[in-house]
């Protein structure tokens, strides 16, 4: 199972929010936003400070996709 963050990126663009702020908003390492960029696992503790800054739930910037077997 992998794991997107479209949702995140589509959340950000609505409320006009960059990385660079968003990053500082939620106290977040640019490491982890990094991270986020590349669709990699993060830590809870950053799902939940983008929650809490963004005044949303996990399944609102989360989504899990099936691996494709090819």
Same mark, same amino acid.
């Given at each position: ?6 949702? $995140?990126?589509? =959340? ?9 702020? /968003?990053?500082? /908003? ?6 982890? =936003? ?19 800054? $963004? ?16």
């Amino acid at each position: 199972m992998a794991v997107s963050y479209n949702k $995140l990126w589509k =959340m950000m663009i609505d409320k006009h929010i960059s990385k660079t702020e /968003l990053t500082h /908003l939620a106290g977040i390492s640019t490491n982890a =936003m990094a991270k986020l960029g590349r669709d990699e696992d993060v830590r809870v503790r950053v799902l939940e400070k983008l929650c809490t800054s $963004l005044d949303c739930k996990l399944d609102d910037i989360v989504e899990f996709v099936p691996d494709v077997e090819q």
